[in-house]
Structure formats: structure tokens, C-alpha cells
């Protein structure tokens, strides 16, 4: 069974930083993108940023340059380190996890449950 869990998130004032923690765990053939949506309130998931076994990460225009991801391949962990925080930043956080259980299976997204984070103006 494969889980996501995050951790962090929380309640910090304009400008303020936060770090989201994410670790998947379970049967991982293949861990291929580790990443984080958002959903703002009455607002669809959006793209916030993901990383890849290799290669430079990638970033929504909104948080680049005030967001970092970093990932640990051989952990399956990847954490969103979250400076200069706006209040529209104000949203929950879902860890995505882009993985294969065996060598035959196909490439499955799993997320985790969201964290909150408020950013209060």
C-alpha cells in the first residue's frame, strides 16, 4: 500500500517562511516525480512545483525565486521550503508522488492527504 503523508504547513504572517515535509513510502519500483499542488479556497488544484530524478526542478511562475523544492531520491522524500509568503499563498498543499510499484506497471500519481497553510496580511 502505498502512502504520502506531509507534514508541516501551518499559520505565519505576510513575508513569514514555512517548510512542507512529504515522504512516500510502501512497494516503489520506480519514484519517476515528487511534487506539490495547491488548492486556494474556491479555487481548483493548481501546480505549484516538482522534481524529477535528475534535471533542474520546476516551478509555477507564481513562487518562483520564493519557493524551494528539494528531493531525496533514495529516501522518496522531497520537502517545499516557502519564503517571502503572501497571503495568496493562503491554500492547501498536496504532496504528488509519480511512481511505479513493479517494473511492469505504469506510472501511477498518488497524493497525500494536504496540509494548510494561512498567510494573514
Known amino acids: 500500500q502505498i502512502q504520502v503523508v506531509e507534514s508541516g504547513g501551518g499559520m505565519v504572517q505576510s513575508g513569514g517562511s514555512l517548510t512542507l515535509s512529504c515522504a512516500a513510502s510502501?512497494?516503489?519500483?520506480?519514484?519517476?516525480?515528487m511534487g506539490w499542488y495547491r488548492q486556494a479556497p474556491g479555487k481548483g488544484p493548481t501546480f505549484v512545483a516538482h522534481?524529477?530524478?535528475?534535471?533542474?526542478?520546476n516551478y509555477a511562475e507564481a513562487v518562483k525565486g520564493r519557493f524551494t523544492i528539494t528531493r531525496d531520491v533514495a529516501k522518496n522524500t522531497v520537502t517545499l521550503q516557502m519564503n517571502d509568503l503572501k497571503p495568496e499563498d493562503t491554500a492547501v498543499y498536496y504532496c504528488?508522488?509519480?511512481?511505479?510499484?513493479?517494473?511492469?506497471?505504469?506510472?501511477?500519481?498518488?497524493w497525500g492527504q494536504g496540509t494548510q497553510v494561512t498567510v494573514s496580511s
Open positions: 510502501g512497494p516503489i519500483y520506480l519514484m519517476a516525480v
Open positions: 522534481q524529477g530524478t535528475g534535471g533542474d526542478p
Open positions: 504528488s508522488a509519480h511512481l511505479q510499484q513493479t517494473r511492469s506497471d505504469r506510472t501511477r500519481q498518488y
